[in-house]
């Protein structure tokens, strides 16, 4: 029995649906409707009314759209989305609550069907790769998770570039080009992650980074239309692509390498990692690379964020379970038992005390992708 009282409508939503995933979802556009309706000048009796039919009419819609889903994609896939997957064992970080759906995309077939439906569905929807650049919340993901895990690599017809799936391991594109002798991707060995993630955030290391070298990039938009994007669409710059924007999918990435002798690489590839673990923390913390990206000055030179968040002392701040590593200042590391409102209030701190001392403002380089959207 629904009681439409006045009170609060998440509560409303709680008894009307009696599963946690209704509830989340339905929350935040009750909690929109519920304000709406506030503003209407009717009787209590009315508006208790209205309010009780348009909750109605949101939990029917709601309800319609995740059952349509659910049955699509056991339709089309042989597989429905997982229910109430933690978020932290898809994490690097170690972070995150439950996610209402979770779809693993085993093949490219997969992640495209596996979009497009989500896509028409209209339910909340976020593809991920290997989870090592991303801080989850505490409560999870309202919607539906696309964990990437299509991964295949192939030499080009041209002859010195490769092709990857975009759930592929980047250390795996690294180790097939190498193998190849095809030079040009040796900044990225030692970066986690998947080609997608990399491509999305344009990552890189030791002034370099992946979108020098792609030469074309096969995407699903926003819309669920498949299209070939060339590099200068891709919009590449410091630690950004087009796709953040344009909330495109990458499903394949062709790279354009250069012919070079396999030892010379693998030499060149054993010196940068050298260099990476005397500076980074140990592999086996849990955390999601470089926390903030390098601000800009005035003048346009790029700082380091590492030495600015050194300078002001970062290396002895903690916040919960969430702590600033002692090998770099720019990693936020998780020393167990850490939560993502412990990494954002340790976050805040830093960026209010680096904008104090240096009148710098730093950006985020980590995903932090709230519950609802
Ligand atoms: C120990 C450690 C060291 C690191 N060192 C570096 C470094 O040196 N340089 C560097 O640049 N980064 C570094 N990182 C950060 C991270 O590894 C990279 O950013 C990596 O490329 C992220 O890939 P991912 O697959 O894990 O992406 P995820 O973390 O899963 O996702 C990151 C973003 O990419 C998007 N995304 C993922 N796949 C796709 C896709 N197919 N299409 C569209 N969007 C997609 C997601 O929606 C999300 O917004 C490090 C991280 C760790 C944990």
Redesign the pocket.
């Known amino acids: 029995m629904i009681v439409p009282a006045a009170g609060n409508v998440k509560t409303i939503a709680i008894l009307i649906s009696g599963s946690g995933l209704h509830k989340a979802i339905l929350g935040k556009s009750l909690i929109h409707m519920h304000f709406i309706i506030q503003q209407l000048p009717c009787h209590a009796n009315t508006y208790s009314a209205l309010r009780f039919s348009i909750l109605a009419l949101s939990y029917k819609i709601t309800v319609k759209a995740m059952t349509a889903l659910f049955e699509e994609f056991e339709d089309a896939l042989g597989i429905p989305p997982r229910r109430g997957v933690l978020l932290s064992e898809h994490s690097?970080f170690r972070i995150g609550g439950p996610a209402d759906f979770f779809f693993t995309a085993e093949t490219l077939e997969e992640l495209t069907v596996a979009v497009r439906l989500a896509v028409r569905s209209g339910v909340r929807h976020?593809?991920?790769?290997?989870?090592?650049?991303?801080l989850f919340d505490d409560a999870g993901f309202r919607g539906l998770v696309i964990k990437?895990a299509a991964s295949g690599l192939f030499p080009s017809a041209a002859g010195s570039g490769v092709e990857a799936v975009?759930?592929t391991r980047?250390a795996d594109l690294v180790e097939f080009s190498v193998s190849r002798g095809l030079r040009g991707l040796e900044h990225l060995a030692?970066?986690?992650?998947?080609?997608?993630?990399?491509?999305?955030?344009?990552?890189?290391?030791f002034g370099r980074?992946i979108g020098e070298k792609l030469e074309s990039a096969a995407l699903i938009d926003r819309r669920g239309r498949e299209r070939l994007a060339s590099r200068d669409e891709m919009g590449f710059a410091y630690?950004k692509s087009a796709?953040?924007a344009d909330r495109?999918?990458?499903?394949k990435a062709a790279f354009i390498l250069n012919p070079d002798e396999e030892d010379k690489i693998r030499e060149d590839i054993s010196c940068l990692l050298e260099q990476?673990s005397a500076r980074?923390?140990d592999?086996s913390?849990a955390?999601?690379?470089?926390y903030f990206k390098n601000p800009v000055r005035e003048d346009g030179t790029r700082l380091a964020a590492g030495k600015l968040l050194e300078e002001i002392g970062a290396g002895s701040l903690s916040r919960g379970g969430a702590a600033v590593s002692g090998t770099h200042c720019n990693f936020i590391v998780n020393r167990g038992g850490a939560t993502a409102s412990d990494v954002r209030g340790l976050a805040e701190e830093l960026k209010r005390r680096v904008r104090e001392r240096f009148g710098l403002n730093l950006e985020e380089?980590v995903?932090v992708?709230p519950a609802d959207g």
Do not use: Q
């Not at 976020?126 to 991303?134: D, K, L, P, S």
């Not at 955390?287 to 470089?290: F, H, S, T």
């Open positions: 690097s976020f593809v991920m790769g290997g989870g090592t650049n991303i990437n975009s759930g980047l030692g970066i986690p992650g998947t080609v997608g993630g990399a491509v999305f955030g344009n990552a890189g290391a980074s630690r796709l953040r495109s999918v990458l499903l990476r980074h923390p592999w913390v955390c999601a690379g470089c380089e995903i992708l």
